[in-house]
């Protein structure tokens, strides 16, 4: 079936430094994918999306290309903060749901 | 414009016993998913409810039931409570198959 893998964590970065956060899938048919942020104690925000091969979802500094040759969601950025303190899940749906099938997250943790 | 709201935020149970959590959608949305989020995992899909009828179901078993109302609100059963049922449950509300809004969860503790 559907799954996501993702790097496992914690990362720990020092304020500014570069953020990579690695994903990758497998999935029939051609997925939509996401990255989602979760904050200490709260529930789950969209970060991110791509819908189909070679988009490139952006917010807030970050960044993630849908590569279907390579099967990745990478997320990146150039200069994180210590406010981006928080797990990182990449996701997917596929076919015609919106069911979201996830990795297991990644936590980061940003010190100044 | 509230986005979707859960309750309790918190609640301990003990084995063998009963619960419900109860999720309010987004105004405008008919569609209500749940997720169970174990500690250190990433959400898993238990169901998903449209106009008052289980759509979509992960693999979850029968002790998980759901139901939701004309108000498009939902509520999420668990009977004969396990260890292994605390989690975080996380409710998200949509429009149909569109984008999911994520609720701040339910946090269940099983002793």
């Known amino acids: 079936g559907d799954s996501v893998t993702q790097m496992e964590g914690p990362v720990t970065l020092s304020e500014e430094a570069f953020l990579t956060i690695n994903c990758t899938y497998t999935?029939?048919?051609?997925?939509?994918l996401f990255w989602y942020v979760q904050y200490p104690g709260e529930g789950l925000q969209l970060l991110l999306k791509?819908?189909?091969?070679?988009d490139k979802g952006s917010n807030k500094g970050f960044e993630a290309t849908y590569r279907k040759e390579t099967t990745s969601f990478h997320l990146e950025k150039g200069s994180v903060q210590v406010s981006d303190s928080a797990v990182y899940f990449c996701?997917?749906?596929?076919?015609?749901?919106?069911?979201?099938?996830f990795g297991t997250g990644t936590l980061l943790a940003v010190q100044p | 414009d509230a986005g979707v709201t859960q309750s309790p935020t918190h609640l301990i149970k003990t084995r063998g016993q009963q619960v419900t959590l109860r999720c309010s959608p987004k105004?405008?949305?008919?569609?209500v998913s749940w997720y169970q989020q174990a500690l250190g995992q990433g959400p898993q899909f238990i169901f998903q409810?449209?106009?008052?009828?289980?759509?979509q179901r992960g693999n979850f078993p029968d002790r998980f039931s759901g139901h939701q109302f004309p108000n498009y609100s939902s509520e999420l059963n668990v009977n004969a409570l396990l260890l292994g049922d605390s989690a975080l449950y996380l409710c998200?509300?949509?429009?149909?198959?569109?984008?999911?809004?994520f609720g701040e969860g339910s946090r269940l503790t099983v002793l």
């Open positions: 998200a509300s949509s429009l149909a198959e569109g984008e999911l809004f």
């Open positions: 999935a029939t048919g051609y997925p939509s």
């Open positions: 791509a819908t189909k091969a070679d």
């Open positions: 996701a997917l749906t596929g076919g015609a749901t919106n069911k979201l099938i």
């Open positions: 105004s405008g949305h008919d569609t």
């Open positions: 409810y449209y106009e008052e009828e289980e759509r």
